[in-house]
């Protein structure tokens, strides 16, 4: 499973053996995977800060899985041709992320612990923001670059009703710089050919003859040139109608085909041009905003341990990987059932959720006696 338990009981004696016995079922039972994860002491400050510390936090560890769920889904969008390597590019500091996960060590260097916790909270904040900003201006401008291409692209496909003929008929197609004379083109259904080729030099006066071919077909029908004087060219227009032959307004202007096509070289070009250095900036940047998520859990699990039990600072921190979708119900029986003694209320509530608890709105599925938080690595699910 791509999920994981972040979980945290007090450091006494007895909640350190409550969770060796957590370790003892989980194990014998097959139910989970656990690990110990490191958290650093913090220059904790008073609890009036940690409680809007925790709320701040809160809506960053909301922010930051957003953001790299953008980020690999714009792997995704970039990758276009290699969806199955994506998982290559989502790495935090060059391992699978629940490799990193689970062997997480606190960044010293990025998020010195000797400042007060407020700055540390700050400083992964700042950081994700600049990430946030500049995974919009490069995605706004590769996006807008595909979709341009995209458009281009859609108006060589489709049927000869609605697709663009410059990529299909050349100059020798067509009678040009000519006073008197015209060349239109004309979508005829494939049932009606023979009607077409016995009936369009009748359909008006001064149509020229055996001035019809052939020059493209698609599953519907065909495109046929035909050569008539200009001033007929109305007439023709109706009775080709009434004979549901549809003449395609078309002018041949070579400067514009060659503008159309120029256009087209110049997108593939630009795309190309942005592909390798975008992905390499989304790789990198990923790793940057994993590993700070990562590190926002951890400063979760801290701030709520000493809300929740008190201080001095005194709890261990548990990993835990559920092995299966259909043992999680039975993992948090035991959690529960080793931990109920950190709160009865929440114990309860956490087996009947008609149990209401004093201060928290009602319905909250995550308070649970022991403190725990979720991370999900399933980022493109």
Avoid: C
Wanted: glycine letters at 4%.
């Amino acid at each position: 499973m791509s999920e994981f338990w972040l979980i945290s009981a007090p450091g006494d004696k007895g909640n350190v053996q409550a969770l060796e016995r957590m370790n003892t079922v989980t194990s014998k039972s097959n139910l989970s995977r656990n690990t110990k994860f490191a958290i650093p002491d913090f220059k904790v400050g008073t609890l009036d800060s940690l409680v809007g510390l925790s709320d701040e936090l809160g809506k960053l560890d909301a922010f930051a899985e957003s953001l790299i769920k953008r980020m690999a889904q714009s792997v995704v969008d970039v990758m276009e041709d290699s969806e199955g390597k994506v998982q290559e590019n989502l790495l935090a500091n060059g391992v699978d992320l629940t490799s990193f996960v689970t062997h997480f060590e606190w960044d010293m260097a990025k998020y010195p612990t000797k400042q007060p916790l407020v700055s540390v909270v700050d400083t992964v904040a700042k950081q994700l923001a600049q990430i946030d900003t500049d995974l919009k201006s490069r995605t706004a401008a590769y996006n807008a670059l595909k979709t341009a291409l995209e458009n281009l692209e859609k108006r060589s496909t489709g049927t000869l009703f609605t697709r663009t003929l410059s990529d299909i008929v050349s100059k020798e197609d067509f009678v040009l710089d000519s006073e008197y004379l015209v060349t239109l083109l004309v979508i005829v259904p494939k049932a009606s050919y023979s009607q077409w080729q016995k009936t369009y030099e009748s359909l008006s006066d001064m149509v020229v003859p055996r001035s019809t071919k052939l020059i493209a077909e698609d599953t519907e029908g065909g495109l046929f040139t035909v050569t008539l004087f200009r001033k007929v060219m109305d007439d023709f227009k109706t009775k080709a109608k009434e004979n549901k032959f549809m003449v395609r307004e078309f002018y041949y202007d070579e400067k514009e085909i060659k503008r159309e096509r120029e256009e087209m070289s110049r997108l593939l070009a630009d795309k190309q041009q942005q592909y390798g250095p975008l992905l390499r900036w989304l790789k990198v940047n990923f790793s940057e905003a994993f590993i700070a998520w990562i590190h926002v859990k951890a400063l979760r699990v801290f701030v709520e341990s000493v809300l929740r039990y008190g201080l001095p600072v005194n709890f261990h921190t548990v990993l835990l990987q559920p092995h299966r979708k259909s043992a999680t119900k039975r993992l948090r029986e035991v959690l529960n059932s080793v931990f109920r003694h950190l709160d009865e209320v929440a114990a309860a509530s956490a087996l009947d959720a008609s149990v209401e608890i004093p201060g928290l709105p009602l319905g909250n599925q995550d308070y649970f006696p022991y403190v725990y938080f979720r991370i999900d690595l399933g980022l493109l699910d």
